[in-house]
């Protein structure tokens, strides 16, 4: 199974136009990353200010389906960099020791690989706080957490490097990699009512499906649903319409919906919510 090493050394196709809303975190990522362009270019007299001007690597902390890894797609995109993903209960589902050896891999890879990002999906699972517990798989995790803070910190200023974290609990991150100098985090949160007409835009361009004065009702009964469940919505209607050998129509939409909303109910009682 190759998927993810498919993703590797390309340069990710996403713009920040593919990701519906969330003005303000393109806005802060746009003013870190012209930063870190900036302080690359500093004269020798402040290069030593450098690794405090900005951070090596981001966070992104939310709920699921929320558009982080897309958010880390698009920043190596806008960085020129070559990514590679890696799932962090890959990573520490290994023997003790291996990880660390799978993480300074990667480092190694990346640099070969620079410009480059490395994207750690559930970066929880690597980096729990240290000393969060005494069972052995918490004692491999503070191992992995000082390797990656080794790594991070021999960053060379002339070879650009990125980590990126996902995470859905911030809390659970040792803090010593959420130092301003380290790891800076954004919250990427279930999308407002500006951001889902946003989503919904990118989706409907996206499967050519035109939504004009059904947006806004597509707006309204979607609250509380994320990018991905938006995107589902799309794709059902593209695929119900291929199959059907006609045009989605409005009607369809709001049919999917519907049955959208319904599945989420059960799931949440399933859940006990
Ligand atoms: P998880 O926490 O479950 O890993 P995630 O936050 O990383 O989820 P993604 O994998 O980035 O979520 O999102 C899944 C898909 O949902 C994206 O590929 C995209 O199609 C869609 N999506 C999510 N958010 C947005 C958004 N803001 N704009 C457009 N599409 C979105």
Redesign the pocket.
């Known amino acids: 199974f190759k998927a993810q090493q498919s993703s590797s050394f390309e340069i990710p196709d996403v713009s920040w136009d593919?990701?519906?809303?969330?003005d303000d975190v393109k806005a802060a990522l746009e003013r870190t990353l012209h930063i870190m362009n900036m302080s690359r270019a500093l004269p020798d007299e402040d290069q030593h200010l450098r690794a405090e001007l900005t951070p090596r690597g981001f966070v992104?902390y939310?709920?699921?389906?929320?558009?982080?890894?897309?958010?880390?797609?698009a920043v190596a995109n806008k960085f020129n960099a070559t990514i590679q993903i890696v799932s962090g209960p890959e990573v520490t589902n290994k023997f003790v020791g291996e990880g660390e050896r799978r993480i300074r891999e990667l480092f190694a890879e990346a640099r070969r690989n620079a410009p480059s990002v490395i994207v750690f999906?559930?970066f929880d699972s690597i980096a729990a706080r240290r000393g969060s517990g005494d069972d052995g798989g918490s004692r491999a995790g503070n191992a992995m957490v000082a390797q990656i803070l080794t790594e991070m910190d021999g960053f060379r200023p002339d070879v650009q490097m990125l980590v990126i974290g996902?995470?859905?609990r911030l809390e659970l991150i040792d803090s010593a990699l959420l130092r301003p100098s380290r790891f800076a985090s954004f919250p990427?949160d279930l999308?407002d009512e500006y951001?889902r007409r946003?989503?919904i835009r990118?989706?409907a361009r996206?499967y050519r499906i035109p939504v004009d004065g059904f947006a806004e009702a597509l707006v309204r009964a979607t609250v509380d649903w994320?990018?991905?469940?938006?995107?589902?919505l799309f794709r059902d209607a593209f695929v119900a319409a291929k199959y059907e050998g006609r045009p989605p129509t409005p009607t369809q939409l709001g049919e999917l919906v519907g049955r959208h909303q319904i599945s989420r109910k059960r799931e949440h009682v399933g859940r006990g919510r």
Do not use: C, W
């Not at 593919?18 to 969330?22: A, P, S, T």
């Open positions: 593919d990701i519906g809303g969330y992104f939310g709920p699921p389906g929320t558009g982080k890894t897309l958010f880390a797609k999906d559930e996902t995470t859905n990427i999308p951001a946003d989503i990118v989706h996206r994320n990018g991905d469940e938006i995107r589902a």
